[in-house]
């Protein structure tokens, strides 16, 4: 059997970013040796270690009985066979933290469902997403169910993002919008990144992407602090400029080549902003939602009322994901010419 073998300080993010892309041979146990922690990879997980500069040897490991996750947690829990059937087949990694969406049905079995699945995910916390945001800030429902902390740190695309999953949001399903942030040429560039967050996109578009200058602004100071952190976490504080505040409030005009407005729900609103940040040319990564039925016109007809008659063209429009029945997250690359 290939072991990955991962120093401690790095096991949480390491092991549950292998676990993550399905790396790990799930039949084989993670075991511990001196100081590093040996992680059973498939031949996806040996490159992948190589690439993160891990060594890989060959070992004996105790098998778990080729058991997945589910049938680990069907084995520790005797939950009333009613409710058995309830517990989810699905969960969210944050780092070393799992987050799951758990059935009214299941509430006075919490704790212990929180723990099982700890053991058959290789996590430390597991939180219950009850769903929904609350308050302005947009404060996730998150309760911790199993662990001391909700605090993690999630390794993607080579970019390391900590944040609390009970304080912000991380969406996962945006996550290739993030690799193609990072994977764009900005070299030399001046970016605004108006809905800064804890760095999705500032952070990739810094350490991958090549830009000279990230503004990185955020008005929500939990997120601002995060930002903060990640910005050292990643080594890009030299780089990045990150803002407390309303973008609407940004003192400064004309400046950027790139514009990126990470945000959906309104951000059409915020679009004269971005045109105005813009050098007189330049690119705007500008998300929203818009009925599928609606698509491409809604959008454009949104862009062509805050260009205020500047040259401009529509270059591209992707679906980012679905946001609700018939509604979708789309992100337009909106080029400026004047
Ligand atoms: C949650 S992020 C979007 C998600 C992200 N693009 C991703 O990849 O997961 C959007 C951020 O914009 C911030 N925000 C909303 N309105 C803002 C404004 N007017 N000025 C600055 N930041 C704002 C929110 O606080 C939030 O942190």
Not at 117 to 134: I, N, Q
Not at 312 to 318: D, K, N, P, Q
Not at 328 to 333: I, L, P, R
Request: net charge negative; with cysteine.
């Amino acid at each position: 059997m290939r072991l990955a073998v991962v120093p401690r300080e790095r096991a949480g993010v390491t092991v549950s970013e292998l676990l993550e892309r399905d790396m790990v041979v799930r039949s084989a146990k993670i075991s511990k040796r001196d100081g590093d922690v040996l992680v059973p990879v498939n031949a996806a997980g040996e490159e992948h270690a190589a690439n993160l500069g891990l060594t890989v040897v060959e070992g004996e490991v105790h098998g778990r009985k080729d058991e997945s996750p589910q049938r680990i947690v069907a084995r520790l829990l005797s939950l009333p066979e009613d409710r058995m059937r309830l517990l989810p087949m699905r969960w969210e990694f944050v780092g070393d933290v799992a987050v799951l969406r758990l059935d009214e049905g299941l509430r006075p079995y919490e704790a212990e469902i929180g723990e099982a699945y700890a053991k058959a995910l290789g996590v430390s916390s597991v939180c219950v997403d009850r769903g929904g945001v609350s308050g302005e800030l947009r404060r996730p429902r998150i309760d911790l169910i199993h662990g001391e902390s909700s605090e993690s740190i999630r390794l993607e695309n080579g970019v390391l993002y900590k944040l609390d999953v009970r304080e912000l949001m991380f969406a996962s399903g945006n996550n290739d919008e993030r690799a193609r942030m990072g994977s764009l040429d900005c070299g030399g560039e001046t970016v605004v990144d108006m809905f800064a967050g804890i760095g999705y996109f500032s952070i990739p578009i810094a350490k991958h992407a090549g830009a000279e200058r990230v503004y990185a602004c955020e008005k929500n100071p939990v997120s601002f602090r995060y930002l903060k952190e990640n910005l050292a976490l990643n080594g890009v504080e030299g780089s990045v400029t990150p803002v407390l505040g309303d973008n609407r409030d940004l003192p400064i005009a004309g400046l950027a080549d790139r514009v990126v407005m990470g945000y959906v729900g309104g951000t059409r609103d915020f679009l004269w902003k971005g045109f105005e940040l813009l050098a007189p040319e330049g690119t705007i990564h500008f998300h929203d939602t818009y009925r599928v039925n609606e698509m491409p016109r809604a959008l454009e007809r949104d862009v062509a009322l805050a260009a205020g008659g500047r040259e401009h063209e529509v270059a591209s429009v992707r679906e980012v994901k679905s946001y609700a029945p018939s509604v979708s997250h789309y992100v337009a690359d909106i080029r400026v010419y004047g």
